[in-house]
């Protein structure tokens, strides 16, 4: 598409292409839901019993008489909160996956076309409408999605506007809370979202002021929600706990002689050791254990991000009793290998992607931008950590953005050979 193209598309309604988007998507889901029964197993059957536990007894925990923090609350409050309005049937977390989902491809069209245009903006909804496994995870119980929408929901109000709105960064704040409570990880966002906002605020001093005020509300809101649940832990350990005690003990397995960088169990002479007493003493193996040997840490910190983007099967995996019951045993290897070829496709597109965007945008706007910055964050997470394929899905929307101008890009590029003429990639404005 050339400079004419681009401006014709531009000035049409947003409104019907996004309403196409999500139109499909919607069919899209509900046809997976409609076909595959919820028949949770791992990690999705843990969150399962969370849920059912919280609506029935107010407790988080595997059971009412079983309280503990080691898992995030997040995704459980929203699991227990639909099913303390419609019952606990499976269905309503189904209900409230698609939801979420479709919000999800909004704000990625929104995220797109405000830091790309409308062209990539669509063209990256359009990605994560047809993203299989985002396909097939409506019928999972998980936090992928709920983080994605909140973390992207708080991005796209604190870059609703060139000049910082003091009170959507106090929403902000509220979303980025409960970002946290479903991952910790997005505790540090802020700080991450922070850079490109002060680039376009500069030299502007009284921006550069609003910037840093909006900062410290988007604290303050993060810090309403966050509070009360701290105080919960505070009364059931006896000292500080922020959200979770997992992040010393995820340290630990993915920095121990027997890790593969994945999840691996805690030891069984700590396992009826309370949770915070575990996070401390593993945490400490883990840091003794890097210390030991740095150059072996590094070696684990690459394996660990080929992990988190070499492979792409979790959402059939998770869903694989409903397939084999609907579809038979038979399916799980095309399905797997459809997901993995898919992803395969996405993330190169997204290599594309980010090196057209840097050569168009410039590289300084480009790598301090929320989307790269964020990406490059939740990868160092992870690289420390643990990794698994599902991780990535947590920021999907940047990746989508990313592939769509390489996608864009390829096809522009691709289109002489069909006999139109030669495109140049418009430059932004």
């Known amino acids: 598409m050339g400079r004419a193209d681009q401006r014709a598309l531009d000035a049409k309604p947003m409104l019907p292409y996004v309403v196409a988007v999500l139109g499909l998507a ?25 849920a059912r536990t919280m609506a029935e007894s107010g407790v988080f925990g595997w059971t009412s008489d ?68 985002l396909v097939l995870y409506p019928t999972v119980y998980a936090s992928e999605i709920p983080f994605l929408f909140f973390s992207m929901l708080a991005l796209d109000l604190w ?30 966002l802020p700080f991450i979202f922070l850079p490109g906002l002060l680039l376009q605020a500069y030299p502007d001093r009284d921006g550069l002021k609003r910037v840093a005020l909006s900062l410290v509300l988007a604290a303050v809101g993060m810090a309403i929600v966050i509070a009360p649940w701290t105080a919960r832990n ?25 890790t593969d960088g994945q999840y691996s169990y805690v030891p069984e002479e700590l396992a009826d050791v ?5 996070a ?28 988190l983007y070499g492979n ?8 694989e009793p409903g397939i084999e019951a609907t579809f038979g045993p038979g399916a799980m290897t095309p399905l797997k290998r459809g997901t993995q070829i898919t992803w395969a496709l996405i993330f190169l597109a997204a290599c594309v992607g980010l090196l057209v965007a840097g050569k168009r945008h410039g590289w300084l706007v480009v790598l301090t931008s929320p989307l790269f910055l964020s990406v ?38 691709l289109r002489p050979i069909a006999g139109d003429r030669p495109v140049i990639p418009p430059r932004a404005s």
């Not at 899209?28 to 969370?50: E, K």
């Open 26 to 50: 919607f069919v899209l889901r509900v046809a997976w839901a409609l076909a595959v029964p919820v028949i949770p197993v791992s990690d999705a059957a843990a969150y399962a019993a969370f």
């Open 66 to 133: 079983e309280p503990f923090a080691f898992w995030p609350p997040g995704t459980t409050f929203l699991h227990a909160a639909v099913f303390w309005l419609f019952g606990v049937w499976d269905s309503a977390v189904v209900a409230l996956n698609i939801l979420l989902s479709l919000g999800c491809i909004l704000l990625t069209i929104r995220l797109g076309s405000r830091f790309f245009g409308h062209r990539v903006g669509l063209c990256a909804g359009l990605v994560m409408a047809l993203w299989p496994t």
């Open 159 to 188: 870059t609703s506007s060139r000049r910082p709105r003091l009170g959507l960064a106090l929403v902000t704040g509220l979303c980025l809370g409960m970002a946290a409570l479903i991952r910790p990880v997005a505790l540090l």
């Open 234 to 258: 505070f009364a059931l350990f006896g000292e500080t706990v922020l959200i979770s005690t997992n992040g010393g003990i995820t340290l630990w397995m993915g920095n121990n002689p027997d």
């Open 274 to 278: 309370p949770d915070n007493e575990q």
């Open 280 to 307: 401390r003493i593993l945490s400490e193996r883990a840091r003794e254990y890097i210390q030991a040997d740095p150059v072996a840490f590094v070696g684990r910190a690459f394996r660990k991000l080929l992990l």
């Open 312 to 319: 792409e099967s979790i959402g059939v995996a998770w869903n």
């Open 376 to 413: 490059a964050y939740f990868s160092a997470v992870h690289a420390v950590v643990v990794a698994q394929d599902r991780y990535h899905l947590a920021f999907a929307t940047q990746i989508a953005i990313f592939s769509a101008i390489g996608a864009l890009y390829l096809f522009d590029r």
